[in-house]
């Protein structure tokens, strides 16, 4: 008696799944058509807020965008800057039905940790991201997941901070070389080389920020570019961060001239121990930024467009 009853509750289940897969089957274009209407419903997603740190201006490389249904590999590279530009933490958009490749480009760039780091570069420091995700589905959704490199109490404190040595160190009636070499060499006069987080990985400091620099004397790449962005931004100069390998620095537009400001070749760290100033990195064309040959300079133009 058992078995049969096992049994038919078998044929029902087998019977059961037919029926669905004969309505699948028959409403497989009705099914679709539903899929597509829905991912046409969110081709007017917007960005609904952007911080005080948005950047209103585009770069050669990445543009803002007010369209969230991309159709190419670079509307993809551009919506994730206008997302990182905002501010936002999380932002979610769709794939179109038209776009047949769209969440295989998505993998793409989401894997692709160099160029997510040399899109982070062209937003202002306190929208970029020490960690960033992306998920998505099989209906097309993808979320982006922001962690951005500064806490608000941080924020607030730099500032301060920021905005006193400003008052002090840049004078409206001078040249911005005149005024970005005073930030130079405050900086560089200020802070040593954290060689423990860099040859070690010890963190002592906050030094891969513009923290570190500005309350603990102590910056490695990251920190001294932080910062000197903060001041280029305050001083309404067009900027970027530029990245190799394991390096990165600055780029800035003075009067339609594109020029590269290393703050960490030129705070060397000597083997006597004693503080140098140099200027060997400061304000320089590419073609001179070049000619001094360091591995560690190697930089992508196709991305960084403006250094050409």
Known sequence: MKIKVALAKLIFLAGLVCVFVGVFLIRKTDIHSFVSSFLNSHKNIQLEEKNEYWRDYDFQFVKITDSFSPMSFQDIVNIYYTVLNSGEESFSFYCPKDY??????????ANNQNMLSDINNFVHPYNGFSHIETEYDTLGRVTINVTHSYIQEDILKI??????LYSQLVHPELAARDNIQAIHDYIINTTRYDSLKSEQDIDMYQSEIAYGPLFEGYAVCGGYTDLMALFLEKMNL?????SSENHIWNAVEIEGNWYHIDLTWDDPVSADGQDYLE???F????YAFKELAVDQHDFNENVYLELQ
């Open 238 to 242: 067009k900027n970027f961060k530029v």
């Open 283 to 286: 304000l320089i064309p590419t």
């Open 159 to 164: 500032n301060e901070k920021v905005d006193e």
């Open 100 to 109: 047949e490749d769209c969440i295989e480009d998505i993998q793409e760039l």
């Open 279 to 281: 200027y060997t990195y």
